[in-house]
């Protein structure tokens, strides 16, 4: 095989991993304003960028209040893993329990975990903690992280801090605890503090008066 069909294969497969992550839109990590999110650990982001946690089937959790740009980073990480010809899935937590809850109706379970979850080398779950879960919900989720757990690495950005998980998953403490237990023992867990980018792009346009120095 030449090299001109080697280089045009590549971008070919990046291409079709990119189109298939299903990112709501492109980011980098040159988009992202260290600046104004003062309270990202930017080193600690920088070594996640080489995706060493993807090779070696680790999990991500962002965790930081809303809008300090979790799911950027999330998409960014996400992004330099497609290019690298790596499948990749973006998926709300919310759409990825509904998923599963049409599965197990339809008795297609297994099959659609495999084909929505197992087959990515990269999952990351957007949006965990923005409605509570159901028992039933809660017990699914937990489903979806013992399949990946030590087989695939994963991203989730989160509003609520470990602490309040239990009433995130439905109050289920001793489901949370195990879940948890799996999550973080092969995980980064990276903490993000600062004002939202929506704060910011408001101060931009006038909206808010810039504080006093």
């Known amino acids: 095989m030449d090299l001109l069909t080697q280089a045009s294969r590549g971008a070919s497969r990046r291409a079709t991993c990119l189109r298939t992550a299903r990112f709501p839109a492109i980011k980098t990590l040159d988009g992202y304003d260290f600046s104004f999110v003062s309270g990202a650990p930017r080193q600690q982001i920088l070594e996640l960028a080489g995706l060493a946690f993807v090779e070696r089937t680790k999990s991500v959790v962002l965790l930081g209040p809303s809008g300090v740009g979790k799911t950027h980073l999330a998409i960014v990480l996400g992004y330099l893993a497609t290019q690298r010809g790596w499948k990749v899935r973006f998926i709300s937590a919310a759409d ?7 599965a197990q109706r339809q008795g297609r379970w297994n099959e659609v975990l495999h084909r929505a979850v197992n087959i990515y080398r ?3 779950i957007n949006e965990i903690g923005y409605l509570p879960m159901s028992r039933e919900q ?4 937990f489903q979806v992280v013992a399949k990946r757990y030590e087989k695939g690495a994963m991203i989730l950005p989160s509003n609520p801090t470990f602490g ?7 109050e ?3 489901l949370t605890a195990a879940m ?6 092969h995980s980064t867990v ?6 939202g980018y929506q704060l910011k792009d408001k ?3 006038g909206m808010v008066a810039k504080p006093k120095e």
């Open 122 to 124: 990269l999952l990351i």
């Open 180 to 185: 948890l237990d799996q999550l973080l023992h």
């Open 164 to 170: 309040s998980s239990d009433q995130i998953l439905a």
């Open 138 to 141: 809660a017990n699914l989720f």
């Open 96 to 102: 990825l329990v509904l998923l599963s809850e049409s």
């Open 172 to 174: 289920e403490t001793v």
């Open 203 to 205: 101060r931009r346009a």
């Open 190 to 195: 990276v903490q993000i503090s600062g004002k």
